[in-house]
């Protein structure tokens, strides 16, 4: 059914590190609530299923540079 994008951003919305694989439990099952949030949200809108991937896709881009971002700060502080 094509969930490795979903399951893929569930996992860094929750928290898990780009680089390190440092993660917890936690913050991927929340990851996945705010996925599935999202997913439902966007059916709901009568999104078209391209266009729900596109979002997904930015929503996943967003917590990747989030991350490389926080990352680069803790780095320089």
């Given at each position: 059914?094509?969930f490795e994008l979903d399951?893929?951003?569930?996992?860094?919305?929750?928290g898990t590190a780009?680089?390190g694989g440092?993660?917890?439990?936690?913050g991927?099952?929340i990851?996945?609530?705010?996925?599935?949030v999202l997913?439902?949200?966007?059916s709901?809108m009568n999104?078209?299923?391209?266009w729900?991937?596109t979002v997904?896709?930015?929503?996943?881009l967003?917590a990747?540079?989030?991350?490389?971002?926080?990352?680069?700060?803790?780095?320089?502080a």
């Amino acid at each position: 059914m094509n969930f490795e994008l979903d399951a893929i951003a569930a996992a860094f919305i929750g928290g898990t590190a780009v680089t390190g694989g440092i993660g917890k439990v936690s913050g991927a099952i929340i990851g996945a609530l705010i996925m599935g949030v999202l997913n439902m949200g966007l059916s709901l809108m009568n999104v078209p299923a391209e266009w729900q991937q596109t979002v997904k896709g930015l929503v996943l881009l967003a917590a990747v540079a989030f991350d490389i971002l926080n990352k680069r700060r803790n780095a320089a502080a």
